[in-house]
Structure formats: C-alpha cells, structure tokens
T-cell receptor, first 115, second 115 residues
Framework: KAGVTQTPRYLIKTRGQQVTLSCSPI?????VSWYQQTPGQGLQFLFE???????NKGNFPGRFSGRQFSNSRSEMNVSTLELGDSALYLC??????????????FGPGTRLTVT | GENVEQHPSTLSVQEGDSAVIKCTYS??????FPWYKQELGKRPQLIID?????GEKKDQRIAVTLNKTAKHFSLHITETQPEDSAVYFC??????????????FGTGTRLLVSP
C-alpha cells in the first residue's frame, strides 16, 4: 500500500495570508489526524477527522481549521498567518475502528515558513 | 488533560551499549502507548507500541515496558547501532472527553550512538 502523502512539501507565506495543506491517507484508512511540530513545543495535536466529521480537537486558535472529504483525504487551513505558525505540519492516518488506542502512520509533512 | 513527560532529552551511548528512555503520563485512562523514531528530515516512524492490558512487548532489539500503577513506560534498545541515532518520541492515547482517542506526545529524546 502507498503511504500517507502530503502536499505541498514546502511553503513560504507572508504574515496575514492564509494557507491550505492537503493529506491523503493510506488506502482504507478513514481517520486522519493533524499535528504541528516545532523545536520548542514538540508534536502538538491539532484535530482528528473520521468519516468527514471532526471528532477531536487540540488547543489551537480558531484560525486553524480542517475538513475531510468522502474519499478520506483531508485538508487543513490556517488563516491570518503569524510568524509563530512556522512549523512542520504532519498528518497521520489510522484504520481505527474502536475506542482502544490505534496505530497512526505519519506523512512526510509540510514545512511552512511564515515571513 | 493528559500530560506526558519524557527523559532524558539527550542520550549518548557507545555502539553495542543499551539505551533506555523513560516516559510518565498523568491520565490513568490512557490505554495505548506508541513509540516513534524520527530521523533528521524524515517523518516519525512507529517502531513499537503497547496497550494497557500488557506489561511488556519485545521486537528484536527493541522492548517496551509499562507500569500502569506508577503510570510510566519505557523503551529499551539493546546492542545499539549507529543507525539507531534519531529522536525518539513516546506518546499516550486516551479517549478524553470525546470518547475518541488522541495522542499526546512526549518532548522527545535525541539518541546518539557513537561507533
């Protein structure tokens, strides 16, 4: 099976702009989670989608949003970019079907730089 | 919410030595504990995981132990090799208020294996 893919791999944006990142999960996986990785804060959970519904959300401002399509592909959007949004954005897919913990497989990430 | 602490932040060993990384978690409802390895510039890769109904799991040179009473879990790597050099992240997963799992990560351990 093909792994998790993310596009674009690199982005440079200016403060105040908005950005959309895309994630395609492993075929058959219906759960997609998004994380922000920075040197200072590590891996921080943004949100998780399953069957087009957001099921879980981390502690990020409303400028961070996401959605999932019927084919399980997911997008996340960041509006009104700030310098502090510069980070590696990772998505992870899972075949979770129950409430017990599940394996998540990460994509290569999108490196966002805000200037 | 869940909080995961990871120690040490850096670990240097000689090739062939053993390495141990320790994590503690705060929420007794957490039931799934994966470990990820992230090489420089690459995505986090799941290397081993353990569920709360198991005390120990082993996969070749890698083992993980879980002490639910003390709320800590550890990664053990034996006969380390230079290719084990990477950043290792522990994580804990629990249903939280939504009933759906989310991963909370430790801050990472940079392991350096010297030839």
């Amino acid at each position: 099976k093909a792994g998790v893919t993310q596009t674009p791999r690199y982005l440079i944006k200016t403060r105040g702009q908005q950005v959309t990142l895309s994630c395609s999960p492993i075929s058959g996986h219906r759960s997609v989670s998004w994380y922000q990785q920075t040197p200072g804060q590590g891996l921080q959970f943004l949100f998780e989608y399953f069957s087009e519904t957001q099921r879980n959300k981390g502690n990020f401002p409303g400028r961070f949003s996401g959605r999932q399509f019927s084919n399980s592909r997911s997008e996340m959007n960041v509006s009104t970019l700030e310098l502090g949004d510069s980070a590696l954005y990772l998505c992870a897919s899972s075949s979770q079907t129950g409430i017990i913990g599940y394996e998540q497989y990460f994509g290569p990430g999108t490196r966002l730089t805000v200037t | 919410g869940e909080n995961v602490e990871q120690h040490p932040s850096t670990l240097s060993v000689q090739e062939g030595d053993s390495a141990v990384i320790k994590c503690t978690y705060s929420d007794s409802a957490s039931n799934y504990f994966p470990w990820y390895k992230q090489e420089l510039g690459k995505r986090p890769q799941l290397i081993i995981d353990i569920r709360s109904n198991v005390g120990e799991k082993k996969d070749q040179r890698i083992a993980v132990t879980l002490n639910k009473t003390a709320k800590h879990f550890s990664l053990h790597i034996t006969e380390t090799q230079p290719e084990d050099s990477a950043v290792y992240f522990c994580a804990a997963s629990n249903p939280g208020n939504t009933g759906f799992q989310k991963l909370v990560f430790g801050t990472g351990t940079r392991l350096l294996v010297s030839p």
